[in-house]
Nanobody
Framework: QVQLVESGGGLVQAGGSLRLSCSAP????????MAWFRQAPGKEREFVARIGPSGTWTDYTDSVKGRFTISRDIAKNIVFLQMNSLKPEDTAVYYCNQMPPIRSYWGQGTQVTVSS
């Protein structure tokens, strides 16, 4: 079983920035659409952003457009999420996965907390 590993979360003030990373030890995802998701307390997990296999196209949920940027380092098999101008409503556990997601690939996620 492959579990993706997310890192880079933390506590930040509103307006701040964080960069999340997602790696997949032992497995290459170079041909997969990769995505970031998040789950806030008491809410369903939701889609945040996705990126094509070669990194030439990206797509975002409306609430993060212009603030978040998804990218990938194909050679290193890492997917990033650069988050700028963070808002308290961005507080959630952030996960990465293929798109569409594979149930067994869900990792532990990384906590992002934005204080007002």
């Amino acid at each position: 079983q492959v579990q993706l590993v997310e890192s880079g979360g933390g506590l930040v003030q509103a307006g701040g920035s964080l960069r999340l990373s997602c790696s997949a030890p032992g497995r290459a995802f170079s041909t997969a659409v990769m995505a970031w998701f998040r789950q806030a307390p008491g809410k369903e997990r939701e889609f945040v952003a996705r990126i094509g296999p070669s990194g030439t196209w990206t797509d975002y949920t409306d609430s993060v457009k212009g603030r978040f940027t998804i990218s990938r380092d194909i050679a290193k098999n890492i997917v990033f999420l650069q988050m700028n101008s963070l808002k308290p409503e961005d507080t959630a556990v952030y996960y990465c996965n293929q798109m569409p997601p594979i149930r067994s690939y869900w990792g532990q996620g990384t906590q992002v907390t934005v204080s007002s």
